[in-house]
């Protein structure tokens, strides 16, 4: 089995920042495609931001110029960094692997960390 596990959430003031992070630990051999995706209360889940194949970014147009997709690749380990947050930002941020290699011939699809919580408010 594989996991990501999320940290960096919490309660900002608008206009605030946070930064989150999410890593698989264990011994990993290779991530395709990771990113992160929210989901507010009573909405469903939508794409925030993610690498795509090639190293290139992918942005939802309401978070763009404002929060930014980082990542270790060494480490395992994607970043966001959330700038001039709104109160509609307020979900649970969830970190996703398309597929995951724990070895040349072991691998997971789809994989989910259990999600971090930001709430914006003053």
């Known amino acids: 089995q594989v996991q990501l596990v999320e940290s960096g959430g919490g309660l900002v003031q608008p206009g605030g920042s946070l930064r989150l992070s999410c890593a698989a630990p264990?011994?990993?051999?290779?991530?395709?495609?990771m990113g992160w995706y929210r989901q507010a209360p009573g909405k469903e889940r939508e794409l925030v931001a993610t690498?795509?194949?090639?190293?290139?970014?992918n942005y939802a147009d309401f978070v763009k110029g404002r929060f930014t997709i980082s990542r270790d690749i060494a480490r395992n380990t994607v970043f966001l960094q959330m700038n001039s947050l709104k109160p509609e930002d307020t979900a649970v941020y969830y970190c996703?692997?398309?597929?995951?290699?724990?070895?040349?011939?072991?691998?997971?699809?789809?994989?989910w960390g259990q999600g971090t919580l930001v709430t914006v408010s003053s």
């Open positions: 264990g011994t990993i051999f290779s991530i395709r495609d």
């Open positions: 690498f795509t194949s090639g190293g290139s970014t």
């Open positions: 996703h692997a398309d597929k995951i290699w724990k070895t040349d011939y072991e691998s997971y699809l789809d994989v």
